[in-house]
């Protein structure tokens, strides 16, 4: 069965890029933050809305997530009302079991399995305590991780922050628009377009080199993965790291924001609780202010100016970026 939506590659002119989100239409591959790991209980189902539709969330039995579309395919029944039994979801209306590939494993009545009672099943994944659904068959790129550190390297919190009715490429894509990092955040820097570096399909990074009267002089070394995920080390006399994500839901996408601190060895673990506190507030700050340009927007291509060239050169990318709407047919 096609569960799959595909577009290859848009030919279509990038002006004619904008952020609404339309959840029939194919959505940038990549891995998207469906819920928080720590919402996900082993033996326990999550329903969760992601892109136009909803998934079921669960662990198998040695506890590596499972993202299925929550769609029953016998009567419509929305499966994350069901029960998981080892590594199957059991459907609660008339008890029919899908395994972690979408097929269904065991009806209770007699006869044969119909061919169609599959559902889909995303890739999945869990890192930085989130579970990661993929948008595509096979993931091109691995899940975002930070710049520079391993998972086990960081003490990190994380929490569901705003929504905004953006494409997700719009909120995280900001990080290229170098006139709002002025003017909404009233950062000082010196950096040009030619600093961006595309550093393959998947994947960009730039240092910005900030001058700031409040802490003196910082950098922020950013990494985007995909369309939908930025995280950024802020590097003083010690570093202290964030990341976006966002996720489409609906007509909306729904922001995630991971706070992490190095394990400095050298530090109390009081220390270290403090930094981590101090980078939530940084990234609360930040969503704030972003919060107030992004809420209400419009946004389609206009007039672009010569201090926009890093955005163009970003929204060129995205107009690229493979396309997917995994699980639709089964929505
Ligand atoms: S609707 Fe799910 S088993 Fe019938
Ligand atoms: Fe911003």
Sequence with gaps: MMTSVKSPASNND????????????????????????????????????????????????????????????????????????????????????????????????????????????????????????????????????????????????VKRTNVFEVAPWLSIGNTFDFMHLRYVHGLDFEITPEDVRYVDDYHIELEIPFVSPETGPFEQRIRVTGTNAVSFLTVTDHTTIGLFTSTPIGHAAQTYYIAAVPKDPSLSHEELEKRLAEQQTFGDDLLLDDARTLTGIKFKVGTLVADDRAMATYLQWIQRFPRALSGAADR
């Excluded at 890739?123 to 930070?146: D, H, K, M, R, V």
Aim: charged share 20%.
């Design 14 to 157: 990038w002006h004619e890029l904008d952020a609404t989100i339309r959840p029939d239409e194919p959505q940038p591959e990549g891995w998207y933050a469906v819920a928080l790991a720590s919402e996900v209980e082993t033996g326990q189902a999550l329903g969760c809305d992601f892109l136009g539709g909803r998934v079921v969330v669960y662990r198998r039995s040695e506890s590596t997530p499972v993202v299925l579309t929550a769609r029953c395919p016998h009567m419509g029944a929305d499966l994350s009302l069901g029960d998981v039994i080892g590594d199957d979801i059991r459907c609660t209306y008339h008890h029919f079991c899908f395994g972690v590939d979408g097929a269904c494993t065991s009806i209770p009545s007699e006869g044969a399995i119909p061919a169609a009672a599959r559902v889909h099943s995303y890739p999945a994944a869990e890192s930085l305590g989130l579970i990661w659904a993929y948008n595509g068959e096979t993931p091109l790129f691995p899940p975002p991780t930070i710049r520079d550190y391993d998972e086990s390297d960081l003490l990190f919190a």
